[in-house]
């Protein structure tokens, strides 16, 4: 095993931990992956294991078609999403997948979250787009990630009447957007619930876009 | 004591701590139990226990009547109701009982949970029913269980003004089932809540719940 | 010190704990007292104090009149309201007083809390009143308790425009209560708001309380 | 370094932590600051630096233009807004900054909070006003909460579609009044998506604000 699968395994279970944390899954749904540098390879959660069991030696190594290469467990049975991603994506570092409830209760109606709040601006660009709905079983779901956020700037897709996937250069920007994604989800939910929501103006989102990209944050 | 019972009274504390960490139950309210394979006995927690002072030794065994057979406590007031379940199901090895928040509001308008999240054809196959009121005292709260899942998919039943009652082939998947019961509960109720919802075709549905409960997890 | 203050110096730190792990208090809000048994007097929260640096010394004991008899602290703001209750109702050996954030909604609208779930017939035994805006700083919120849980089945009273209080046979009766309290509340809130509620027959709802009073938990 | 600036950098972790536990934060998002007693400085969070990374030392130093003065880590983005607040209201001695839930989306609407509570007369004197949008990266942020927040009760004003600043004369003041606004905010939100709200006359408003700022707590 080299040093940077090793590694990579250790992160997955922090990088787990934080999804429990900001409450974004229950029991053993949500999955994090992360792309071996320099690889046709990533690391991602064996399937169906609960988060307290997880461990760096538990996650499973697969190539980029989904086949597990290294793990005594089956790996996550989205997989083939995420694997369809890394191929399509050449620049994704890392995939998360959660059923958060704010952000799957937009999914389940259809609808994009619109860019009513700054924080909003600053991640994602503009709103959140809604993917197609896609059966498991084949490449249907990595194909509606990648067609929507090809181009998109937003990190995080809504798959129709499922929940989210996000992307990002490595494993923690994907979890940090899948985070930010439930949080906005949720305060724009509740904010539109009591009336009617003020927009931004796209200058403006732009404008908070570009410098939250390339200011924020340490050097 | 058999071995057996041993270990459900010990599996026992560590599926009503679940109901707490997953945010299912307050105070002493919900309770879990398991059938001791071969014997016409389940485990089941003793009546009005704070969580915190579960353990083991406070488990109690009970016949398929309801009758306490082993421990020094009182067991739940819902016993009758679990051991109707058992009597009547015999495939079933664990039953849950919660009040869960947003579970407990669909019952209390007396309105299944439809069907329009994809984790929800996984695990229920379709909408979960609700079931009929009954009181508490004799075995009405039983048979409304038992007339209600007979022949369903789901393993869940939102007994009208009530609350969940769960099944499953062992406790820990009952108490899976009431985790997922409520996050799914919650899910659909905060998308309705802004407007309609796009259904999940039924021939999905169907594909969903077969794949999932054939194919996910560890073989 | 008697030995029996001692003790609810002890226990009131135990309960004020309860009231953080379900969610009923933030910052210093909220306060919980307990008669001493067999004198005039009652330990309460001390004014302004977090939880965190709450300890058994840091309680103060006050006589019926709300008078600092023994502490170093000064009582609860709410400490009027507290004795009054414990002047007029003798039965009373508990005080909780809360925002919780669901139970204070519905006062702030005016509006008694249907009882709509058995668990609510169970413990109230029918719908929790609300009580006449009052100010602080005079016997008006205790007045105003009093008048309204005289004679009702509810230990719950939610004072308009301001908060739960709750009363018990002990401090911990009226900590559960104001745990439940909340509970029905945050329930029967989500249920209501996206449709009618299912009411239950009031001679049922005299069946479950009776039965929860005289029936529940160990003997 | 003065023992001074010592003891603010260790009280900001504190404060931080504050934060997480009333769920007012998710990631790196928030942030708290104090003003240097005698001193034209300020201690402030470093930029996009998780919670649990948060040290003392990781704390950094800035002057009332918001310079770098102290520490090895670029200072919040929200520097500027701090320091434009320390510049304009000498008496304010902290400051805090959150884009917590239910504050925020009163602001994506651009709705003032209206005092039905008498928590809220108690801290806020009367309704949480609503501040300008105003863009990151000038002093429009400062300008904004510093006109909206002179010669006003509340100690928190919801910048349109952005978040709540809040000032104390301390930073655990501003802290409490951060806690205290999330927690009207979603209170009112509940209360008032069922019904209308009842208000709370301008004079009792009054009252209950005169007696909590001159007698609550300890003397």
């Given at each position: 095993m080299s040093i940077s699968v090793k590694q990579l395994r250790e992160d997955l279970v922090g990088l787990h931990d934080q999804l429990i944390r900001w409450g974004l899954v229950v029991w053993t749904a949500g999955n994090v992956s992360a792309r071996v540098p320099g690889e046709d390879l990533f690391v991602i959660k064996p399937s169906g294991v609960s988060y307290d069991d997880l461990t760096p030696e538990s996650m499973v190594v697969c190539d980029l078609d989904g086949n597990l290469v290294e793990g005594d467990l089956s790996p996550s049975s989205d997989t083939a999403a995420h694997a369809y991603v890394y191929?399509?994506?050449?620049?994704?570092?890392?995939?998360?997948?959660?059923?958060?409830?704010?952000?799957?209760?937009?999914?389940?109606r259809g609808e994009a979250i619109p860019?009513?709040?700054?924080?909003?601006?600053?991640?994602?660009?503009?709103?959140?787009?809604?993917?197609?709905?896609?059966?498991?079983?084949?490449?249907?779901?990595?194909?509606?990630i990648v067609a929507t956020l090809s181009g998109?700037?937003?990190?995080?897709?809504?798959?129709?009447?499922h929940g989210v996937f996000t992307?990002?250069?490595?494993?923690?920007?994907?979890?940090?957007?899948?985070?930010?994604?439930?949080?906005?989800?949720?305060?724009?939910?509740?904010?539109?619930?009591?009336?009617?929501?003020?927009?931004?103006?796209?200058?403006?989102?732009?404008?908070?876009?570009?410098r939250y990209q390339n200011v924020y944050g340490q050097r």
């Amino acid at each position: 095993m080299s040093i940077s699968v090793k590694q990579l395994r250790e992160d997955l279970v922090g990088l787990h931990d934080q999804l429990i944390r900001w409450g974004l899954v229950v029991w053993t749904a949500g999955n994090v992956s992360a792309r071996v540098p320099g690889e046709d390879l990533f690391v991602i959660k064996p399937s169906g294991v609960s988060y307290d069991d997880l461990t760096p030696e538990s996650m499973v190594v697969c190539d980029l078609d989904g086949n597990l290469v290294e793990g005594d467990l089956s790996p996550s049975s989205d997989t083939a999403a995420h694997a369809y991603v890394y191929r399509a994506m050449p620049e994704v570092g890392g995939v998360v997948h959660t059923h958060s409830t704010y952000a799957t209760a937009w999914s389940a109606r259809g609808e994009a979250i619109p860019c009513v709040l700054t924080a909003m601006a600053d991640e994602f660009g503009g709103e959140i787009p809604v993917g197609p709905f896609a059966l498991i079983g084949n490449d249907d779901i990595g194909q509606g990630i990648v067609a929507t956020l090809s181009g998109h700037r937003s990190p995080a897709v809504l798959m129709r009447n499922h929940g989210v996937f996000t992307i990002g250069k490595s494993a923690r920007a994907a979890v940090k957007a899948a985070v930010m994604c439930e949080d906005v989800a949720r305060t724009v939910h509740i904010a539109r619930s009591l009336g009617p929501l003020i927009p931004i103006e796209q200058s403006d989102v732009d404008k908070l876009y570009d410098r939250y990209q390339n200011v924020y944050g340490q050097r």
